[in-house]
């Protein structure tokens, strides 16, 4: 079974910076797609960015500009966020598709709160 574990979540000021990272108990080239997803409370979880196999990058409208999803050549993905808003608060989740049979993975979550 794929394990994927979030760090780098906390506490921020409105404008200040996050760098979440996501580890994958795989290589990240065992995965079509990987990203980052949030779910705030009272509301339904939906994507933030995401990057492929071959690095093309996807981001929300929300997020565009702000944020910067990158990986390494092992099994890292991160998450950079700049110019962070009291509305990006939310739990933050690392998420996979397996290559080989389509089979999603997803992280435990990493809290992320935007307040001054």
């Known amino acids: 079974q794929v394990q994927l574990v979030e760090s780098g979540g906390g506490l921020v000021q409105p404008g200040g910076s996050l760098r979440l990272s996501c580890a994958a108990s795989?290589?990240?080239?065992?995965?079509?797609?990987m990203g980052w997803y949030r779910q705030a409370p009272g509301k339904e979880r939906e994507e933030v960015a995401t990057?492929?196999?071959?690095?093309?990058t996807n981001y929300a409208d929300s997020v565009k500009g702000r944020f910067t999803i990158s990986r390494d050549n092992a099994n890292r993905v991160y998450l950079q966020m700049n110019s962070l808003k009291p509305d990006d608060t939310a739990v933050y989740y690392c998420?996979?598709?397996?290559?080989?049979?389509?089979?999603?993975?997803w992280g435990q979550g990493t809290q992320v709160t935007v307040s001054s």
């Open positions: 795989l290589s990240i080239f065992s995965f079509n797609v």
């Open positions: 990057i492929t196999t071959g690095g093309t």
């Open positions: 998420n996979a598709v397996f290559r080989y049979n389509g089979f999603v993975s």
